[in-house]
């Protein structure tokens, strides 16, 4: 089992559409990691959290340390937003600065 | 800034020849890390440096892959001798501080025959 799973592994959605993608870790962790991969292959940080809530204009990240999960909200989905999301946990302080990723969600958002 | 910087974006060359790659972090983080993307294994971290001093090379596959950071501004990736098995895209980034969001540059696609 890895230690980080998200889910779905594929999602396809209309313009407008709420969108949740889920991950799921298996271990202890000082940090969760939401990263963005275009279709052309650049990676974007989008969110690095360890408690509670973040915003940054149509996303939104959650994280409950206490269950283990995270989901990673887009509003108002749009093509554009259409790409891999990935989602990397940093396991406790003695662990350095090593991330575990999980395999990614593959999101289609059409017009 | 220009972000991280990496060349080339593409390689293609043939098995047992040898490969490097480069990196040029963010002008003031210090943190460096090389990481693989294939379709089977997703993203891996190879290895990582703090201050241009290796931290954690436990990912590194095999001993034909080989790293280096001579100075804050430039780091290497070596494979020698290069195996069709190393095709992936690699990836270099950087952050300010150990626990900081990282920047990720382009990318290498290595492609080897």
């Known amino acids: 089992k890895n230690e980080v799973e998200q889910s779905p592994q594929n999602l396809t959605a209309q313009e407008g559409e709420f969108i949740t993608i889920n991950c799921s870790y298996s271990?202890?962790?000082?940090?969760l990691h939401w990263l963005q991969q275009h279709p052309g292959g650049g990676i974007v940080s989008l969110f690095m959290l360890s408690s509670g809530k973040k915003k940054h204009g149509r996303l939104i990240a959650t994280i409950n340390i206490q269950e283990k999960h995270s989901s990673l909200h887009i509003t108002a989905s749009h093509p554009r937003d259409s790409a891999v999301y990935i989602c990397a946990v940093r396991r406790g302080e003695t662990s350095g600065s090593r991330l575990t990723f999980g395999e990614g969600t593959q999101l289609t958002v059409n017009p | 800034d220009a972000g991280v910087i990496q060349s080339p974006r593409h390689e293609v060359t043939e098995m047992g020849q040898e490969v490097t790659l480069r990196c040029k972090p963010i002008?003031?983080?210090?943190?460096l890390f090389w990481y693989r993307q294939t379709m089977m294994r997703g993203l891996e971290l190879l290895i990582y440096?703090?201050?241009?001093?290796?931290?954690?090379d436990s990912g590194m596959p095999e001993d034909r892959f080989s790293a280096k950071m001579p100075n804050a501004s430039f780091s290497t990736l070596k494979i020698q001798p290069s195996e069709p098995r190393d095709s992936a895209v690699y990836f270099c980034?950087?952050?300010?501080?150990?626990?900081?969001?990282?920047?990720f540059g382009p990318g290498t696609r290595l492609t080897v025959l």
């Open positions: 440096f703090n201050n241009n001093v290796p931290i954690d």
């Open positions: 980034a950087s952050s300010f501080r150990p626990y900081n969001e990282q920047f």
């Open positions: 271990v202890g962790i000082s940090a």
């Open positions: 002008s003031g983080h210090d943190y």
